[in-house]
């Protein structure tokens, strides 16, 4: 039976939740006579669990119901978000108090979808939304989610985008969820001034912006959109550049950011103050000193009487923080103070010293590798469980496992954490987000070297989850094919040695001199010698045969046969991450001997050395050297196919393949002939600057120099060249296409040679 109808809307809750404004009991309806709950019944529910909600109220069965417990109750379940509307209702059922609570949900989103949006793809912005389907209907989750996407759309170029939303209904319980947009056009930053400063021209400013005026790459960059995060970005980016140069003081006011009128253009002024530019008077030490202050002095960057700058006073913290952590004292805190000598452009620093206690290392763990195993990250590490602290090896094992690029650069984590009532251990929480190592790729083109070319390739660069690489591939154009299969186990038997080999069989017509084939194996083993020095000793057996000889120099006897080499390598390697490097050093030596049996016989020598200096942000400098000589066993003559050529897309690319080396005039079927019959010493070198077109599409531009000489050891005639060019890292590989120009002698009037070929060139 029931007696009496309490109260509760949705629309008094509403207002409470949302207005902030408090109320009494009066607010939410008639008052209720006092009663004991014997029974709570929940009538309503489709979709939320009723154990959700009886495990939400204060009430329970036996207490005694008022006002004041049941607006807290209710407002606990409006709270929830889950209810459009909510009753209660006191009933007498044989004699027993029922409260019966009613509840109306709020209906579920059965789909997402979005209208007016042109610009940007369903999916990418999905990806944006934070509802999900068949998730119950929040407004507040979507006000965040419009936030979500409206910040999305600014960053990419899309200043003056808007969105909205409205609800579709599909029956009673479910509805749509439909996201309203209108994009405009993306605003392009036509012109971006300065006004104050006198240091730095305004050119040179702008070269460390992100934010960029429109240009005529703008379209592959996405360099001339203007996006508010990225604004925001480079005016710390500008103050930074001046506490560089020492300009302490600098200042910039609130920019000044004009839209047109037919809102496609956005004009950008800056006032700056710079202020004078200081010098570092007195540099002083305090606190726990561990070191002779003379020894401190000698390892910093700052230096007194000299132009202060805040990127040396941060590398200088580091080492600092780091020589206190290579003894142990995880917890040491190196305090700069910076005192302005009154009356002079000059700043004293202060370095204070705390180091706290000895710590070491606790438990190690690894996660976020579901696919690679433990071990060949723990191979990596410089430091051991139970070991104690050094800041030095931490910061080099994340640098060793970053090096082995299995895993996204930015998501590679060391953390440390004490454990509970164990202030003097540090466990070591190793993060990792892994990238995709394995691929799968056909491609067909054009190349300037090999005409029309078909490829395709399975590779697995981390084989197993064990660090292992396998490689097929299979490379078939009009002027060369080549099958090959590779296999290299870092860790033989889970010891520092490693072991690799392969096989590949390989035609080349491209030489205008001769045909060839070859079929080769080869075996190899490594070992660490020294930090980041592996030695390696290699053994490769090769068949040759040549055909189509033009060449009369040529004496097919020699170059036919059997080819039998061991070979010894030393390499250093300090790049940061192999498969796409940004700053660090390789450098090689080989030697190698042919003539352990076999038809032929030479000794060949060669050094390698590629440097990677990052220049300011994407901008990458890129550096390589190489040279060669071989020498003759016995008076063994060296087989032409071994000696050495320069031009094309893989050293000097203002010149055509096989351009570069000695040549003599010859005659073929009556008409005379220019061929190159190779030298035994080439040297050459590779200069570039290479940045980002466009990060998403993997596209970036380079501009480039390069120098080489082959011939003899003596009379070296240096041939050079420069040009530009783009690299698309594309699934089936890097693909470079270069416009060269050559610099010397007569070539220099065949003009600029194009190059299009697959792989990087160092």
């Given at each position: 039976?029931s007696?009496r109808?309490?109260?509760?809307?949705?629309w008094a809750?509403?207002?409470f939740?949302f207005?902030?404004?408090?109320?009494?009991?009066e607010?939410l309806?008639?008052?209720?006579?006092l009663?004991?709950?014997?029974?709570?019944e929940i009538?309503g529910?489709k979709?939320v669990?009723?154990?959700?909600?009886?495990?939400k109220?204060?009430s329970k069965v036996?207490m005694?119901?008022?006002?004041?417990?049941?607006?807290k109750?209710?407002?606990?379940?409006y709270s929830?978000?889950?209810?459009?509307?909510?009753?209660?209702?006191?009933?007498?059922?044989?004699g027993k108090?029922?409260?019966v609570?009613?509840m109306?949900?709020?209906?579920?989103?059965?789909?997402?979808?979005?209208?007016?949006?042109?610009g940007?793809s369903?999916?990418?912005l999905?990806?944006?939304?934070?509802?999900?389907v068949?998730?119950?209907?929040?407004?507040t989750s979507v006000?965040?989610?419009?936030?979500?996407?409206?910040k999305?759309?600014?960053?990419?170029?899309?200043f003056?985008a808007?969105?909205?939303?409205?609800e579709?209904?599909?029956?009673?319980?479910?509805?749509?969820?439909q996201?309203i947009?209108?994009?405009?056009?993306k605003?392009?930053v036509?012109k971006i001034s300065f006004?104050?400063?006198?240091a730095?021209?305004?050119?040179?400013?702008?070269s460390?912006?992100?934010?960029q005026e429109d240009?005529?790459?703008?379209g592959l960059?996405g360099?001339?959109?203007f996006?508010?995060?990225?604004?925001?970005?480079?005016i710390?980016?500008?103050?930074?550049f001046?506490?560089?140069?020492?300009y302490?003081?600098?200042?910039?006011g609130?920019?000044?950011?004009t839209?047109s009128?037919?809102?496609?253009?956005v004009f950008i002024?800056?006032?700056?103050?710079?202020g004078p530019?200081f010098?570092?008077?007195?540099?002083?030490?305090?606190g726990e000193?561990?070191?002779p202050?003379?020894d401190i002095?000698?390892?910093?960057?700052?230096?007194?009487?000299?132009?202060?700058s805040e990127?040396?006073?941060?590398?200088?913290?580091q080492?600092?923080t780091?020589m206190?952590?290579d003894e142990g004292?995880?917890f040491a805190?190196?305090i700069?103070?910076?005192?302005?000598?009154p009356?002079e452009?000059?700043?004293d620093?202060?370095?204070s010293?705390?180091k706290?206690?000895i710590?070491?290392?606790?438990?190690?763990?690894v996660k976020?590798?579901?696919?690679?195993r433990d071990?060949?990250i723990?191979r990596?590490?410089?430091?051991?469980?139970g070991?104690?602290?050094?800041g030095?090896?931490?910061?080099?094992?994340?640098?060793?496992?970053?090096?082995?690029g299995?895993?996204?650069?930015d998501?590679?984590?060391f953390?440390?954490?004490?454990p509970k009532?164990?202030e003097?251990?540090?466990?070591?929480?190793?993060a990792?987000?892994?990238k995709?190592?394995g691929q799968?790729?056909?491609?067909?083109?054009y190349s300037?070297a090999?005409?029309?070319f078909?490829?395709a390739?399975?590779?697995q660069?981390?084989?197993?989850?064990?660090?292992q690489?396998?490689t097929?591939?299979?490379?078939i154009?009009?002027?060369?094919?080549t099958?090959?299969?590779?296999?290299?186990?870092?860790y033989l038997?889970?010891?520092?040695?490693?072991?690799g080999?392969?096989?590949a069989?390989?035609s080349d017509?491209?030489?205008?001199?001769?045909?060839?084939?070859?079929?080769?194996?080869n075996?190899?083993?490594?070992?660490?010698i020294?930090?980041?020095t592996?030695?390696?000793t290699s053994?490769?057996?090769?068949?040759?045969k040549?055909?189509?000889i033009d060449d009369?120099?040529?004496n097919p006897?020699?170059e036919?046969?059997?080819?039998?080499?061991?070979?010894?390598?030393?390499?250093y390697d300090?790049r940061?991450?192999r498969s796409?490097t940004r700053?660090?050093v390789l450098l090689?030596?080989a030697?190698?001997?042919?003539g352990l049996g076999?038809?032929?016989?030479?000794?060949?020598?060669?050094?390698e050395?590629?440097?990677?200096?990052?220049?300011?942000g994407?901008?990458i400098?890129?550096s390589r050297?190489?040279?060669?000589?071989?020498d003759e066993?016995?008076?063994?003559?060296?087989?032409?196919?071994e000696k050495?050529t320069?031009?094309?897309?893989r050293?000097?690319?203002?010149y055509?393949?096989d351009?570069?080396?000695?040549?003599y005039?010859?005659r073929v079927?009556?008409?005379?002939?220019?061929f190159n019959?190779?030298?035994?010493?080439?040297?050459?070198?590779?200069?570039e600057?290479?940045?980002p077109?466009s990060?998403?599409a993997?596209?970036?531009?380079v501009v480039?120099?390069d120098a080489?000489?082959?011939?003899?050891?003596?009379?070296?005639?240096?041939y050079t060249?420069?040009?530009f060019?783009?690299?698309?890292?594309?699934?089936?590989?890097?693909l470079?296409?270069?416009?060269?120009?050559?610099?010397?002698?007569?070539?220099?009037?065949?003009?600029?040679?194009?190059?299009?070929?697959?792989?990087?060139?160092f």
């Amino acid at each position: 039976m029931s007696l009496r109808f309490l109260s509760l809307f949705f629309w008094a809750v509403l207002s409470f939740n949302f207005l902030g404004s408090s109320f009494a009991a009066e607010d939410l309806g008639p008052r209720v006579d006092l009663f004991k709950i014997d029974q709570i019944e929940i009538k309503g529910l489709k979709k939320v669990e009723k154990e959700a909600v009886l495990e939400k109220i204060g009430s329970k069965v036996g207490m005694v119901l008022d006002n004041y417990l049941l607006k807290k109750d209710l407002e606990k379940i409006y709270s929830m978000k889950y209810f459009e509307s909510v009753e209660a209702e006191h009933e007498i059922v044989a004699g027993k108090n029922l409260l019966v609570l009613r509840m109306k949900e709020k209906p579920i989103v059965t789909k997402i979808s979005f209208e007016g949006n042109d610009g940007l793809s369903d999916d990418d912005l999905k990806g944006q939304v934070k509802t999900k389907v068949f998730s119950i209907l929040d407004a507040t989750s979507v006000k965040n989610d419009i936030q979500g996407l409206l910040k999305h759309y600014e960053e990419k170029g899309y200043f003056l985008a808007s969105v909205d939303y409205k609800e579709k209904k599909i029956n009673d319980e479910n509805i749509e969820l439909q996201f309203i947009i209108k994009e405009f056009d993306k605003v392009k930053v036509k012109k971006i001034s300065f006004l104050g400063n006198k240091a730095f021209k305004d050119e040179e400013i702008k070269s460390i912006l992100q934010t960029q005026e429109d240009s005529l790459f703008s379209g592959l960059s996405g360099s001339g959109n203007f996006k508010e995060i990225n604004f925001q970005n480079d005016i710390e980016r500008l103050k930074y550049f001046y506490r560089m140069k020492g300009y302490l003081q600098i200042n910039i006011g609130t920019p000044e950011i004009t839209v047109s009128e037919d809102k496609k253009w956005v004009f950008i002024t800056m006032k700056l103050t710079e202020g004078p530019q200081f010098s570092v008077n007195k540099i002083s030490f305090q606190g726990e000193m561990l070191f002779p202050e003379t020894d401190i002095r000698e390892k910093l960057t700052l230096k007194e009487n000299e132009t202060y700058s805040e990127e040396s006073l941060r590398k200088d913290i580091q080492l600092l923080t780091e020589m206190y952590q290579d003894e142990g004292y995880a917890f040491a805190n190196v305090i700069r103070n910076l005192n302005v000598v009154p009356g002079e452009n000059k700043v004293d620093v202060e370095f204070s010293f705390e180091k706290g206690k000895i710590a070491y290392f606790g438990r190690i763990k690894v996660k976020g590798n579901s696919k690679s195993r433990d071990k060949i990250i723990r191979r990596e590490l410089l430091i051991r469980e139970g070991q104690k602290f050094n800041g030095t090896a931490l910061r080099q094992s994340k640098e060793n496992v970053q090096r082995l690029g299995f895993f996204e650069p930015d998501s590679i984590i060391f953390n440390t954490v004490s454990p509970k009532d164990k202030e003097d251990v540090l466990d070591v929480e190793i993060a990792v987000k892994e990238k995709n190592t394995g691929q799968i790729s056909l491609g067909a083109g054009y190349s300037t070297a090999n005409g029309g070319f078909f490829q395709a390739s399975v590779s697995q660069a981390n084989f197993r989850g064990l660090g292992q690489n396998l490689t097929f591939s299979l490379n078939i154009a009009k002027t060369s094919n080549t099958f090959s299969v590779d296999f290299t186990e870092p860790y033989l038997f889970d010891s520092k040695w490693s072991l690799g080999g392969g096989v590949a069989i390989s035609s080349d017509e491209t030489s205008a001199s001769y045909k060839q084939k070859k079929k080769t194996m080869n075996v190899r083993v490594g070992y660490p010698i020294f930090t980041f020095t592996n030695l390696y000793t290699s053994y490769k057996l090769e068949d040759t045969k040549i055909t189509a000889i033009d060449d009369i120099s040529i004496n097919p006897a020699l170059e036919n046969g059997l080819a039998s080499t061991v070979a010894s390598k030393i390499v250093y390697d300090r790049r940061d991450d192999r498969s796409d490097t940004r700053k660090g050093v390789l450098l090689s030596y080989a030697t190698e001997f042919t003539g352990l049996g076999g038809d032929k016989k030479w000794v060949k020598n060669e050094t390698e050395a590629m440097g990677f200096y990052p220049v300011w942000g994407d901008l990458i400098f890129r550096s390589r050297f190489y040279a060669s000589r071989l020498d003759e066993v016995n008076g063994r003559e060296i087989p032409r196919t071994e000696k050495f050529t320069l031009g094309g897309s893989r050293n000097l690319r203002g010149y055509a393949f096989d351009d570069i080396g000695p040549k003599y005039r010859g005659r073929v079927a009556g008409n005379d002939v220019t061929f190159n019959t190779g030298g035994v010493f080439s040297t050459f070198t590779n200069l570039e600057f290479q940045h980002p077109l466009s990060r998403e599409a993997g596209l970036k531009w380079v501009v480039f120099f390069d120098a080489g000489h082959v011939g003899k050891f003596t009379n070296i005639k240096v041939y050079t060249d420069y040009g530009f060019g783009f690299r698309w890292f594309s699934p089936i590989g890097t693909l470079r296409f270069e416009f060269g120009y050559p610099l010397t002698g007569e070539y220099k009037k065949q003009g600029s040679q194009f190059h299009f070929d697959i792989g990087q060139l160092f």
